[in-house]
């Protein structure tokens, strides 16, 4: 039997081979980042699951501690949780794995960046809208082939500029291809980070 994948998501399927994974911030639900997904490529086919963590009844991929500082095996276990079920989905749905792209906001691109260190063979490509330092592995994982676009907000209150630098060098050390876009602005998406993201979407094969 096929493993079922088992989180409660949407699928909307494409005309082409790319699957984006959408991934929503705290409080968000599987539906959430549906017409963002269709902005960004009306022809990708969309997968977006619903975080399993509630926190005050609002949906998470992982436990948090405070804004901002992470329930760091809780992290892990997530990451390997959302890793087994975008294999299972790809599986089930008859995704190519190496078209995914990756597009998570706020806690969505933390739980992203998290499965780039900690399961590198998952994703190819990411888009991190508005995302910080999830955890630093133990080893380093091999990015080489990995193309990375993080959207940071030159005024974000939750995320500084200085936490997506570090992002951005983290996943570099690793050997990814990182391309950081500062946006004035704060934490919420901005016309341009959209604008930035369909263009930089354009370059990957
Ligand atoms: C997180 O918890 O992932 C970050 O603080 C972003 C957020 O969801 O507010």
Redesign the pocket.
Known sequence: MRPQPDFIHEFVAGSSERTLLLLH??GGNERDLIPLGRELDPRAALLSPRGKVLENGMP?FFR?LA??V?DLEDLRKRTHELADFVIAAAEHYEIDMKKIVAVGY??GA?IAASMLLLRPEILPAAILFRA?VPLVPETQPNLSSVRVLIGAGTLDP?VPASEAKQLAELLRRAGADVTIRSFEGGHELTADDIDAAREWLMTLR
């Open positions: 911030g705290t998470r948090r804004e901002g992470f706020s806690n933390n910080m939750i």
